[in-house]
């Protein structure tokens, strides 16, 4: 069974960075997009960043381009997230999701990514 397991959350104060990962097992989505995204507490999740299945394209939303960097490493079958200057309203829950699909189109949209992780908390103090 597919599985996608997200590590790296934590505290950290405004302006500083961490790097978050998703390590997937179960089977190989070294073919499908991938993406990140979060959800902060009473809002929607939403978009953050997706990348294709050869890395070679990556898309992000508008609120975080120039300050995180998606990238995926396929021999180790894992996508990271690297999150630098850091605001507070960064806060949230963030999630790794992979596409069934191996048509490299970046989407943006929650119900086109078939497999999900469950979350890790990252916390932005001023």
């Known amino acids: 069974q597919a599985q996608l397991v997200e590590s790296g959350g934590g505290s950290v104060q405004a302006g500083g960075s961490l790097r978050l990962s998703c390590a997937a097992s179960?089977?190989?989505?070294?073919?499908?997009?991938m993406a990140w995204f979060r959800q902060a507490p009473g809002k929607e999740r939403e978009f953050l960043a997706a990348i294709t299945g050869n890395g070679a394209r990556t898309r992000y939303d508008d609120s975080v381009k120039g300050r995180f960097t998606i990238s995926r490493d396929n021999a180790k079958n894992t996508v990271s997230l690297q999150m630098n200057s850091l605001k507070p309203e960064d806060t949230a829950v963030y999630y790794c999701a992979a596409r069934n699909t191996v048509i490299g189109v970046l989407t943006t949209e929650i119900n086109t990514y078939d497999y999900w992780g469950q979350g890790t908390q990252v916390t932005v103090s001023s």
């Open positions: 179960g089977r190989t989505f070294n073919f499908n997009p």
